[in-house]
């Protein structure tokens, strides 16, 4: 009986030397770009957000999911230490030029190296208004002008090992139905503990927003979404559909829109363009009702410290961080507010 005693003993202490070495996790959350619509200014990469996760021993990198791709994408990227080819899957809120012209040049780079197949969720074809928002046809001429230039045929007779059909002969497209804009999303896309959901939103036809989900934490991208009801009166710019998302969630990245290019502000700024958006105090009560830890304002109309946003001269002079923090937080948020710099970052631990 002693000896049995022992046995357990000694069989034991393994399983307890495991548990307590257990490695901990961690969710990284790093804005790739901040510049909100088509205008280049002060050097900000176009919008895009890195969410990686894994053990801490690993800073997170067991997983990487790039959101949205502007241009710059693949240069903040390298600022990181993280090349195309690193990445598992790369996610589109929608097909407008900012936040998808760097998934091109990062593609290229992909295949240039010789990287695998890399997933590419966006949104299935949509008709509206008699034109097609089509992220497949996206895809599948992503590498169009480097085909028709001759260099995908120069570099593959240099290398038999590239894919003969360039970029797009890596991309595994992941297309997205349109779901109910009350439902709490489908899943997209997993790997081992990292979830991703999905759910359609207002902005323009097949916008979408993602949610993450992971052991460590969670994070919406809410994209440029807004309101269903697109022209005034109404209760807020901002999505239901993004708030039934983002419901008990850690984290929210959103793009915001100051109301000095509101209608009527002085500023000519198109009202179609801004009423598809959402503004900082909405997305601060929204963000407090789905009870939101982290705050994170980004693709910010118009940037910070500029004179105009293209075209559209900004009444009163260049907005300052106070701009965007001060109305979100009146609006009643208890939670942590941040104003997106280019690789400004956020990491949760388990």
């Given at each position: 009986?002693?000896?049995?005693?022992?046995?357990?003993?000694?069989?034991?202490?393994?399983?307890?030397?495991?548990?307590?070495?257990?490695?901990?996790?961690?969710?990284?959350?790093?804005?790739?770009?901040?510049?909100?619509?088509?205008?280049?200014?002060?050097?900000?990469?176009?919008?895009?957000?890195?969410?990686?996760?894994?053990?801490?021993?690993?800073?997170?990198?067991?997983?990487?999911?790039?959101?949205?791709?502007?241009?710059?994408?693949?240069?903040?990227?390298?600022?990181?230490?993280?090349?195309?080819?690193?990445?598992?899957?790369?996610?589109?809120?929608?097909?407008?030029?900012?936040?998808?012209?760097?998934?091109?040049?990062?593609?290229?780079?992909?295949?240039?190296?010789?990287?695998?197949?890399?997933?590419?969720?966006?949104?299935?074809?949509?008709?509206?208004?008699?034109?097609?928002?089509?992220?497949?046809?996206?895809?599948?001429?992503?590498?169009?002008?480097?085909?028709?230039?001759?260099?995908?045929?120069?570099?593959?007779?240099?290398?038999?090992?590239?894919?003969?059909?360039?970029?797009?002969?890596?991309?595994?497209?992941?297309?997205?139905?349109?779901?109910?804009?009350?439902?709490?999303?489908?899943?997209?896309?997993?790997?081992?503990?990292?979830?991703?959901?999905?759910?359609?939103?207002?902005?323009?036809?097949?916008?979408?927003?993602?949610?993450?989900?992971?052991?460590?934490?969670?994070?919406?991208?809410?994209?440029?979404?807004?309101?269903?009801?697109?022209?005034?009166?109404?209760?807020?710019?901002?999505?239901?559909?993004?708030?039934?998302?983002?419901?008990?969630?850690?984290?929210?990245?959103?793009?915001?829109?100051?109301?000095?290019?509101?209608?009527?502000?002085?500023?000519?700024?198109?009202?179609?363009?801004?009423?598809?958006?959402?503004?900082?105090?909405?997305?601060?009560?929204?963000?407090?009702?789905?009870?939101?830890?982290?705050?994170?304002?980004?693709?910010?109309?118009?940037?910070?410290?500029?004179?105009?946003?293209?075209?559209?001269?900004?009444?009163?002079?260049?907005?300052?961080?106070?701009?965007?923090?001060?109305?979100?937080?009146?609006?009643?948020?208890?939670?942590?507010?941040?104003?997106?710099?280019?690789?400004?970052?956020?990491?949760?631990?388990q």
């Amino acid at each position: 009986m002693a000896m049995h005693r022992w046995l357990a003993l000694i069989l034991l202490i393994p399983i307890a030397a495991c548990a307590e070495s257990a490695p901990e996790n961690c969710l990284e959350v790093i804005l790739t770009g901040t510049q909100g619509g088509p205008p280049a200014v002060n050097g900000l990469a176009g919008a895009g957000t890195l969410v990686r996760y894994g053990t801490v021993e690993n800073q997170c990198n067991d997983v990487l999911l790039q959101f949205d791709a502007g241009r710059g994408t693949t240069g903040r990227l390298s600022q990181l230490g993280v090349s195309p080819n690193d990445l598992d899957a790369v996610f589109l809120t929608h097909n407008h030029s900012d936040h998808t012209e760097g998934l091109i040049g990062l593609m290229q780079l992909r295949w240039h190296f010789m990287g695998g197949p890399l997933d590419l969720v966006c949104s299935e074809d949509v008709k509206a208004a008699g034109r097609t928002t089509s992220c497949r046809a996206f895809a599948e001429h992503i590498g169009d002008a480097f085909i028709m230039s001759g260099e995908i045929a120069q570099r593959v007779a240099e290398n038999k090992k590239r894919h003969p059909d360039g970029p797009s002969g890596l991309v595994v497209l992941k297309e997205v139905g349109q779901t109910a804009s009350d439902s709490k999303g489908e899943v997209v896309w997993s790997s081992g503990d990292v979830t991703v959901k999905a759910i359609t939103t207002t902005h323009i036809a097949g916008s979408l927003a993602f949610r993450v989900d992971t052991p460590a934490g969670s994070v919406v991208i809410g994209g440029d979404a807004g309101n269903s009801k697109t022209t005034p009166p109404r209760d807020s710019s901002t999505s239901e559909s993004v708030e039934a998302l983002a419901d008990g969630a850690d984290i929210l990245v959103h793009s915001a829109i100051h109301p000095v290019f509101a209608p009527g502000a002085g500023s000519k700024f198109p009202p179609p363009v801004y009423l598809r958006q959402s503004n900082a105090a909405d997305l601060g009560a929204m963000a407090e009702r789905a009870g939101i830890k982290h705050l994170v304002m980004t693709h910010l109309i118009p940037a910070l410290d500029s004179p105009s946003h293209g075209p559209f001269v900004i009444p009163g002079g260049p907005l300052s961080q106070n701009d965007f923090v001060v109305p979100a937080r009146e609006s009643g948020f208890q939670g942590e507010i941040y104003v997106g710099r280019d690789l400004m970052s956020i990491r949760l631990q388990q």
